[in-house]
């Protein structure tokens, strides 16, 4: 059972460097969700005790007792559906009523970063999405163990290619004009790739099945990326000047390790979101491109994060070399249901408790700005990976969520970043695609 994590761990991700104590392994429940809250509070208030100390040697900014209360008693509401108390209007929406864990979660969360990827793309073409879905739930018919699974995968491929004979026309119908025949190739390339799977099923070969699925399923992602037309809304006129990604970028990042019997390096593969996160994904890629990061030590590693980002020296972000002053960004955050983010807000700040991040913390190896808890517009450089799925941050259910700006995921060896330890050196973060989509890049200004 994974350990219930102390509050500041789950609200302060800018903190790189504070060393931490861990509370016992446990559930909340009903029985005990006060005990805990009494324990968590206590931590805060003897923190905030020691809070200028921890400024100057650590750099970091920690919870009030008061704000630390409010957080957990958020976790323990979202957690247990307790009621929980109210607090200022003056910082927050007036007595706000927390959603039902229910209502949060709407079918089983999706995990998968390819997925996740693929639903949060800005388009609204069902018949798609209705040759998508089945495919995707492959993944769990593939839970069944032994060759029964094969019955539930035939039924997830019937199910797709149905809809694609019957919604063919309407998918060529949603395609950009000027990606119209490289989408209607990829259709092609996706019937063909269902016929082998088919043959896949009836041979019983169940090995075969998810490398199939893998192919399919980027098929239908690239349909639906040709069905986006141009960049879908306009960033706010303060934020448009910076480096700004209007699409998605990939990037690989080599890391070398110590004290690994088994490799001295890995790389992950990485896709930024611009759709979802322009600011934030154009902000990170500029600095990619400036070699921010390259020889860049690990700074945190505790199960529960990977953290980068924070220079030598004083300085805790990038210093942008025209001003030199720190460039800072504003938080960014898009909702389900919105055509474009918030900016400079959490949704617990803007009262929107029922709604569903776009880009949430559910997939290993979500990536995010680290920031100060109460400086929303304070991300620089600072980054973050998540590991964890504990009891605050559950898919789906996730205090993560609508706090920090996600801007990516790790989609190929995500599952190393585990191993990842403080010291271990990033070797490169080289772009593979996506850079013509970065606009006003100030990498090409100044070095």
């Known amino acids: 059972m994974a350990a219930i994590i102390p509050c500041h761990y789950c609200s ?26 009494r324990q968590l509070s206590l931590r805060c208030s003897l923190k905030a005790s020691q809070k200028a100390q921890f400024r100057n040697k650590l750099k970091v900014k920690l919870f009030s007792l008061k ?20 607090w200022s209007p003056n910082a927050y929406a007036a007595n706000p009523a927390m959603p039902d864990l229910s209502v949060l979660i709407s079918g089983p969360p999706i995990k998968d970063p390819g997925a996740l990827l693929r639903y949060a793309l800005p388009i ?3 018949a798609i999405r209705e040759v998508q ?21 035939e039924r997830n491929l019937r199910q797709s290619s149905q809809a694609l004979k019957q919604g063919k026309s309407l998918i060529i119908s949603g395609l950009a004009e000027s990606k119209k025949d490289h989408g209607v190739e990829l259709l092609g390339k996706l019937e063909t790739g269902m016929d082998e799977l088919q043959q896949i099923v009836v041979d019983r070969n169940r090995d075969a099945v998810a490398p199939k699925q893998k192919e399919l399923l980027s098929y239908v992602g690239s349909v639906e990326e040709d069905m ?18 209007k699409g998605r970028a990939t990037v690989d990042m080599k890391v070398k390790v110590k004290d690994n019997p088994n490799t001295d390096e890995f790389m992950f593969r990485i896709v930024l979101d611009g759709y979802n996160a322009p600011v934030t994904a154009g902000n990170f890629l500029d600095l990619v491109q400036r070699h921010f990061y390259d020889g860049m030590e690990i700074q945190r590693a505790d199960g529960f994060v990977v953290q980068t980002g924070d220079p030598e020296g004083p300085a805790e972000g990038f210093i942008d070399p025209s001003t030199e002053k720190t460039r800072t960004i504003p938080l960014e955050i898009m909702v389900n249901g919105e055509k474009s983010p918030f900016y400079g807000a959490t949704l617990e700040e803007l009262g929107l408790y029922k709604a ?3 880009l949430p913390f559910n997939a290993f190896g979500t990536m995010a700005m680290a920031r100060d808890e109460f ?29 920090y700006a996600v801007f990516g995921y790790v989609t190929e060896n995500e599952d190393y970043l585990a191993d990842l330890k403080v010291g271990d050196v990033i070797e490169s ?18 070095r």
């Open 12 to 37: 302060s991700m800018a903190i790189s460097k504070l060393p931490r104590s861990h509370i016992p392994s446990g559930n909340i429940n009903h029985v005990n969700a006060a005990w805990w809250g």
């Open 67 to 86: 704000e630390c209360a409010i957080s957990v008693a958020l976790a323990v509401g979202l957690l247990t559906g307790m009621p929980f108390v109210d």
């Open 124 to 126: 609204d073409n069902k």
């Open 133 to 153: 879905k089945p495919l995707e739930d492959i993944t769990d018919s593939l839970k069944v163990t032994g060759v029964k699974a094969l019955d539930s995968v």
């Open 228 to 245: 986006v037309d141009g960049f879908p809304y306009e960033v706010p006129e303060e934020y448009q000047s910076m480096p700004l990604l």
């Open 356 to 358: 569903q991040t776009r």
């Open 375 to 403: 400086e929303n517009n304070s991300a620089s450089s600072q980054v973050f990976w998540l590991l964890k799925e504990s009891e605050l941050t559950p898919s789906n259910a996730n205090i993560l969520d609508g706090r």
């Open 429 to 446: 973060i080289q772009v593979v695609s996506g850079l013509d989509n970065l606009v006003n890049p100030s990498y090409k200004i100044a």
